[in-house]
């Protein structure tokens, strides 16, 4: 699969990130970049430390990637998640971050089989 049916795949924003970035290659390298990012595993460490500011900047880095990226399904659910962390408090987190588990997963394999 080409970087176009990729974002086609997942629901991505490919025009909108084409016309900042200028061509296909570049988005390619970026998109796979991705793959390799440690913005979600830091994520799930500091929710599994329980340390509300390490989940709440890694969430923001992750939202911020997405939407430079153009990912815009794993943008949206990232995005409910730093605002519920805004506050530093973990209360009520779980669906959210499930969410952004379930959209990282599908964007990443989705990734992986660019060609």
């Known amino acids: 699969m080409n970087i176009r049916e990729c974002y ?6 490919f025009e909108d990130v084409l016309s900042r970035l200028g061509s296909e290659s570049l988005i390619q390298r970026f998109a796979l970049k991705f793959i390799d990012d440690g913005s979600y595993n830091e994520l799930t460490e500091a929710l599994a430390e329980k340390n509300a500011e390490k989940a709440f ?6 939202k911020g990637i997405c939407l430079n990226l153009g990912l815009k399904n794993l943008y949206t659910v990232s995005s409910d998640l730093t605002e519920k962390l805004r506050g530093r408090e973990l209360d009520g987190y779980e669906a959210l971050y499930e969410r952004v588990s379930e959209q990282y997963k599908i ?3 989705a990734l992986k089989s660019v060609e």
């Open 8 to 13: 086609d795949t997942i629901g991505a924003d």
């Open 57 to 62: 900047r890694a969430a923001h880095t992750l």
């Open 107 to 109: 964007t990443v394999n």
